[in-house]
């Protein structure tokens, strides 16, 4: 049996551990940080553009060619199980509002929506999505 983990992306020990110097685990960062460290350990310097925590040397463009080049070839080679998935975790909730509607206003929607011209009874919700805030 397969357990699928994942990580929370606010957990401070899993950022620490597995992206260090980014202020959210994801995935995505999991795996630039891997690339940051090979970098370190392979040719002695950080990619310009990753987090640095530990303030290495920046890579010279050429470096940085290279440690692409290695990268690509090593995709194969390196377990998946290291940078878990993302938690996702989505909070909705809904308000059931009720709300008068004039004849004509229920005979447009009528018409429009259900392409009848018989009398229908209708339910209005407003769905909130916290995390677009």
């Given at each position: 049996i397969h357990k699928q983990e994942c990580a929370i992306s606010t957990d401070q020990e899993i950022i620490n551990s597995k992206a260090p110097g980014y202020q959210l685990y994801s995935k995505e960062?999991?795996?630039?940080?891997?690339?940051?460290?090979?970098?370190i350990s392979i040719l002695n310097c950080s990619v310009f553009f990753l987090p640095n925590p530990g303030q290495i040397m920046n890579c010279s463009p050429a470096q940085t060619v290279k440690l692409f080049?290695?990268?690509?070839?090593?995709?194969?080679?390196?377990?998946?199980?290291?940078?878990p998935l993302d938690?996702?975790?989505?909070?909705?909730?809904?308000?059931?509002?009720?709300?008068?509607m004039t004849e004509g206003f229920k005979s447009l929607v009528s018409k429009a929506f259900?392409?009848?011209?018989?009398?229908?009874?209708?339910?209005?919700?407003?769905?909130?999505?916290?995390?677009?805030?």
């Open positions: 960062n999991c795996e630039l940080s891997t690339l940051r460290n090979a970098g080049q290695l990268s690509e070839k090593k995709m194969g080679e390196s377990p998946q199980d290291f940078c938690c996702i975790k989505e909070i909705y909730s809904a308000r059931v509002s009720s709300h008068i259900l392409n009848t011209e018989t009398e229908q009874q209708f339910a209005a919700m407003t769905v909130h999505y916290p995390s677009f805030d």
